[in-house]
């Protein structure tokens, strides 16, 4: 005969039973899910991107893009292509993480009230060179770490209608095309630059602070540390760098804007505080990786008379210097396993290939419930602190 006591201790049991095999199902069902999106985005865009690609002038060109929620499901508005701020809509698909957004959206105007539209550039392998393409959707994809590209041979561009009421290319000094012979990509924003402009006062001998600006930028390590990409420089450009192993950051010498067809493309030299140029050496900084931060020396941006290759033209005034921020690489947050400062279901998926040894991550990131094993319990953990529970 069961007594009370038997009944209870029976219904816990079975309590605890259900309770477990609910468990079970979630992670199976969590894992699956992983699994399934892990050529996906995440789940969530909306915040800031730094656009990349080479320009029609063969210059680094990177603007920051805005994306935010929409008024329905899926539904997002995005403003900052070309540095215009008139937003347009998009849709995203989450589980396959592809971002649409419907060609010919007005996304500003010119200086001569013009409306411009967004469009397709396309390469053209046959004829060697880029056409516009106004119809079909600018279709972007993002990837598990909030990253995104065009698919290959496209990039974007404008359109608008010229005095004929037709639609033409829109693209003064040819700088309004992102090239489709190259990568166009988005990357999350993870920080800012801090750029001092400064002009030397005849009368005291002092440099004068003319400006203080500050843009979103993107700063992304290779996997080796030693060097990296920084986009959204000036709001307008990227360069690559290099890192010593003394912290020294050399940046790449390249061509980042263009004036007119009179001049070479301007490149950013180091300078002093002096006024001396180096005209042959791009950008120079140091590296601190535990605040998080690149600070660079002086530099102006320079190009060259094409009637004069020995002259140069300084565009713009000195800068004191650039103070590029992207966050403490050396604290590591639990359950950020890909380190892009979110955890969510892409550092699930990497815990899970940790697990089964197809994946590797930093054990401090991994060990979420700290007892010094990566396993199938910090799974459940993960799923936990995922979930809220």
């Given at each position: 005969?069961?007594?009370?006591?038997?009944?209870?201790?029976?219904?816990?049991?079975?309590?605890?039973?259900?309770?477990?095999?609910?468990?079970?199902?979630?992670?199976?069902?969590?894992?699956?899910?992983?699994?399934?999106?892990?050529?996906?985005?995440?789940?969530?865009?909306?915040?800031?991107?730094?656009?990349?690609?080479?320009?029609?002038?063969?210059?680094?060109?990177?603007?920051?893009?805005?994306?935010?929620?929409?008024?329905?499901?899926?539904?997002?508005?995005?403003?900052?292509?070309?540095?215009?701020?008139?937003?347009?809509?998009?849709?995203?698909?989450?589980?396959?993480?592809?971002?649409?957004?419907?060609?010919?959206?007005?996304?500003?105007?010119?200086?001569?009230?013009?409306?411009?539209?967004?469009?397709?550039?396309?390469?053209?392998?046959?004829?060697?060179?880029?056409?516009?393409?106004?119809?079909?959707?600018?279709?972007?994809?993002?990837?598990?770490?909030?990253?995104?590209?065009?698919?290959?041979?496209?990039?974007t561009g404008c359109l608008c209608y010229n005095s004929d009421g037709q639609l033409a290319i829109y693209n003064p000094n040819k700088k309004f095309h992102l090239n489709g012979t190259s990568t166009v990509a988005l990357y999350?924003?993870?920080?800012?630059?801090?750029?001092?402009?400064?002009?030397?006062?005849?009368?005291?001998?002092?440099?004068?602070?003319?400006?203080?600006?500050?843009?979103?930028?993107?700063?992304?390590?290779?996997?080796?540390?030693?060097?990296?990409?920084?986009?959204?420089?000036?709001?307008?450009?990227?360069?690559?760098?290099?890192?010593?192993?003394?912290?020294?950051?050399?940046?790449?010498?390249?061509?980042?804007?263009?004036?007119?067809?009179?001049?070479?493309?301007?490149?950013?030299?180091?300078?002093?505080?002096?006024?001396?140029?180096?005209?042959?050496?791009?950008?120079?900084?140091?590296?601190?990786?535990?605040?998080?931060?690149?600070?660079?020396?002086?530099?102006?941006?320079?190009?060259?008379?094409?009637?004069?290759?020995?002259?140069?033209?300084?565009?713009?005034?000195?800068?004191?210097?650039?103070?590029?921020?992207?966050?403490?690489?050396?604290?590591?947050?639990?359950?950020?396993?890909?380190?892009?400062?979110?955890?969510?279901?892409?550092?699930?998926?990497?815990?899970?290939?940790?697990?089964?040894?197809?994946?590797?991550?930093?054990?401090?990131?991994?060990?979420?419930?700290?007892?010094?094993?990566?396993?199938?319990?910090?799974?459940?953990?993960?799923?936990?602190?995922?979930?809220?529970?």
């Open positions: 005969m069961q007594t009370k006591r038997d009944f209870s201790i029976k219904n816990s049991l079975n309590t605890n039973i259900l309770l477990m095999m609910k468990k079970i199902t979630l992670i199976t069902s969590l894992m699956l899910c992983a699994f399934a999106a892990f050529a996906a985005g995440p789940a969530d865009i909306t915040g800031k991107y730094l656009d990349a690609g080479v320009d029609d002038n063969g210059c680094n060109a990177s603007r920051c893009i805005t994306i935010a929620k929409g008024s329905t499901d899926g539904a997002v508005t995005l403003s900052g292509f070309f540095g215009k701020t008139t937003p347009i809509n998009g849709t995203y698909d989450a589980e396959n993480g592809i971002l649409s957004i419907e060609a010919k959206q007005v996304i500003g105007t010119d200086d001569d009230g013009v409306e411009i539209m967004l469009c397709n550039v396309v390469f053209d392998a046959e004829q060697s060179k880029n056409t516009w393409y106004s119809n079909g959707n600018i279709t972007i994809q993002f990837d598990e770490n909030g990253n995104a590209t065009l698919p290959e041979n496209y990039g999350k924003a993870n920080g800012t630059i801090t750029n001092t402009q400064v002009l030397k006062n005849n009368d005291t001998g002092e440099w004068d602070v003319v400006t203080t600006t500050e843009h979103p930028t993107a700063t992304i390590f290779n996997e080796y540390g030693n060097g990296g990409f920084v986009y959204g420089i000036e709001g307008a450009y990227w360069e690559g760098f290099s890192v010593d192993e003394n912290n020294n950051v050399q940046f790449d010498w390249v061509d980042v804007d263009f004036y007119n067809s009179d001049y070479t493309n301007a490149r950013l030299h180091l300078a002093t505080n002096t006024g001396s140029i180096w005209t042959a050496q791009g950008l120079t900084g140091t590296l601190d990786m535990e605040e998080g931060t690149i600070t660079t020396g002086w530099w102006v941006k320079l190009l060259t008379p094409k009637d004069n290759p020995d002259g140069w033209t300084r565009w713009g005034y000195f800068s004191s210097g650039s103070v590029i921020t992207f966050g403490d690489k050396t604290k590591v947050i639990v359950g950020d396993l890909n380190g892009d400062t979110f955890v969510d279901i892409a550092d699930l998926n990497q815990l899970i290939n940790v697990v089964l040894g197809l994946d590797t991550a930093d054990p401090k990131a991994a060990d979420i419930n700290g007892d010094s094993f990566v396993d199938i319990a910090d799974i459940n953990a993960l799923i936990n602190q995922i979930l809220g529970i």
